[in-house]
């Protein structure tokens, strides 16, 4: 189904707020939603619970301090290894790079992170969107057939495999409402945006 540039925009700001929120951007997830439309903010259940303060606070012991309240935002914490765990995660992460290499998104270097956290995962299907959005100006469907293609893959072995067991995990740690409506929000998005994508 070949989307409007209007829709396209509109996947590619709800695909920046759930990078924003992955990476802990406050001040950027705030900027995205300052000029947003009120009945535009309420298709977003997560943020009607944001108080900066208070979220900066959980993110650290949701997604970046190991402890009792941990849930790994890395794809590699939730993938069960054969006898070789350290290889095979090794072999993703190249994997993911190389993906990463073909557009030229250079995210995790900038930003210092491992390129299989949840953010830039996100991140990255957004820069596959707005690749998609220049092949649209330049009328350059076979680009945007493999634009499509490598978001499809993305979603497919990055982010829904994982997806049924971040849930698990974060139902008996995640009680802050701010995060348990953004990760119901995601699962539920990326689910329908495979089913899309398909």
């Not at 794809?75 to 290889?87: A, L």
């Not at 995790?108 to 220049?134: N, R, V, W």
């Amino acid at each position: 189904m070949k989307m409007t540039k209007e829709e396209q925009y509109g996947q590619l700001v709800l695909i920046n707020i759930l990078s924003c929120i992955w990476l802990g951007e406050w001040d950027r997830y705030e900027e995205l939603f300052q000029n947003m439309d009120d009945k535009l903010k309420e298709n977003f259940p997560f943020h009607s619970h944001y108080d900066q303060e208070d979220v900066k606070l959980w993110y650290e012991n949701y997604f970046f301090i190991p402890g009792d309240y941990f849930v790994s935002p890395y794809f590699s914490s939730y993938i069960k290894k054969g006898h070789d765990e350290h290889e095979e995660r090794k072999k993703d992460l190249l994997c993911l790079i190389g993906l990463y290499e073909k557009t030229g998104f250079l995210y995790p270097l900038e930003k210092e992170i491992y390129p299989d956290h949840f953010g830039c995962i996100t991140a990255f299907l957004g820069s596959l969107i707005q690749e998609s959005i220049k092949a649209d100006v330049e009328k350059d469907e076979e680009y945007k057939r493999k634009l499509a293609e490598l978001k499809q893959f993305v979603i497919c072995n990055y982010i829904l495999p994982i997806l049924p067991t971040l849930q698990k995990n974060a139902l008996t740690k995640v009680k802050h409402s701010f995060f348990k409506e953004f990760l119901s929000f995601y699962i539920k998005m990326m689910q329908e945006d495979w089913q899309e994508a398909a």
